[in-house]
T-cell receptor, first 113, second 116 residues
Framework: QQQVKQSPQSLIVQKGGISIINCAYE??????FPWYQQFPGKGPALLIA?????SEKKEGRFTISFNKSAKQFSLHIMDSQPGDSATYFC????????????FGKGTSLLVTP | GAVVSQHPSRVICKSGTSVKIECRSL??????MFWYRQFPKQSLMLMAT?????????EQGVEKDKFLINHASLTLSTLTVTSAHPEDSSFYIC????????????FGSGTQLSVL
């Protein structure tokens, strides 16, 4: 059972545009929400993460928006670049499970020149 | 960030043989490591949680006798796929927590297993 639902499945954005990926969860015990970037044949790399006591977190061109009441969070990539083309996964975890990550299904992002 | 090394990156084996995959935390001690499995263009699915010095905890549907996990030290966890079959072909990825970094998980580069 997918505990974290992610959309869209794929996304095409022009260079310089904003990429937006959305995720939703049901388990209110989750208290840690990271985003990972994965290139083909590689392990995922942590991009940015947020805890539910914060509504927004920004690191460089990456921003997480978090809506606790709606149980939704999203990743915004500003000024998207061709090098950002990769698969992005949202995830959620909690301390009771040792922070084992529950991943969304992933979004394949293509940034066109 | 913390570095997790996974080896080998790619392995091809014959059906019926066993394959061992190593996961090492290079610059930190990891009391807990996680093993994930990923099919092409799909998400990462948690297989098991590996705790140093104790038995691994397997997720529902994962055969513990087929996927043997050993976490003998604070820097090394191994996954052995026993009597591998073509349906075990997949991308296996380990991850570890660096307690100094709180809840963050760091991932290895993955192992592509192909069973002929």
């Amino acid at each position: 059972q997918q505990q974290v639902k992610q959309s869209p499945q794929s996304l095409i954005v022009q260079k310089g545009g904003i990429s937006i990926i959305n995720c939703a969860y049901e388990n209110t015990a989750f208290d840690y929400f990271p985003w990972y970037q994965q290139f083909p044949g590689k392990g995922p790399a942590l991009l940015i993460a947020i805890r539910p006591d914060v509504s927004e977190k920004k690191e460089g061109r990456f921003t997480i928006s978090f809506n606790k009441s709606a149980k939704q969070f999203s990743l915004h990539i500003m000024d998207s670049q061709p090098g950002d083309s990769a698969t992005y996964f949202c995830a959620a975890s909690n301390g009771n499970s040792g922070y084992a990550l529950n991943f969304g299904k992933g979004t394949s992002l293509l940034v066109t020149p | 960030g913390a570095v997790v090394s996974q080896h080998p990156s790619r392995v091809i084996c014959k059906s019926g043989t066993s394959v061992k995959i190593e996961c090492r935390s290079l610059d930190f001690q990891a009391t807990t490591m996680f093993w994930y499995r990923q099919f092409p263009k799909q998400s990462l699915m948690l297989m098991a949680t590996s705790n140093e010095g104790s038995k691994a905890t397997y997720e529902q549907g994962v055969e513990k006798d087929k996927f043997l996990i050993n976490h003998a030290s604070l820097t090394l966890s191994t996954l052995t796929v026993t009597s591998a079959h073509p349906e075990d072909s997949s991308f296996y990825i380990c991850s570890a927590r660096d307690l100094r970094a709180g809840e963050k998980l760091f991932f290895g580069s993955g192992t592509q297993l192909s069973v002929l």
